[in-house]
């Protein structure tokens, strides 16, 4: 089976970026909603900044592809240190991120 091309556009204004420190993770049964969002020291409030929508099958697929970018990450600079911060929970079954 010959390997199929994509061909995907990166906008300027897209590839520019948006920092992140906190993801809020939900879900129904049809889909897994990310807000991407930036808590500032000294700020009160945060915005979200990025929201993503996708099903299940992408969400896991997102996943899968994280886990092995974190472990290549690491076999390259060394293990991750995850320092949990002390974050108040989600309601509705939400995580954070």
């Known amino acids: 089976m010959p390997e ?3 061909d995907i556009n990166l906008p300027e204004e897209i590839a520019k970026g948006t920092y992140s420190n906190l993801a809020i993770i939900s879900h129904s049964n049809t889909e897994f909603i990310i807000d991407f969002a930036s808590i500032m020291p000294g700020l009160p409030k945060s915005n979200v900044c990025s929201r ?3 099903t299940p099958q992408n969400a ?7 886990a092995d970018n974190i472990s290549k990450f690491e076999e390259q600079n060394g293990v991750i240190v995850d320092q949990q911060e002390t ?10 991120a």
């Open 60 to 66: 896991k697929r997102l996943l899968r592809a994280l």
């Open 4 to 6: 199929q091309k994509l």
């Open 52 to 54: 993503i929508i996708m």
């Open 87 to 96: 974050i108040p929970p989600m309601m509705n079954g939400g995580a954070l």
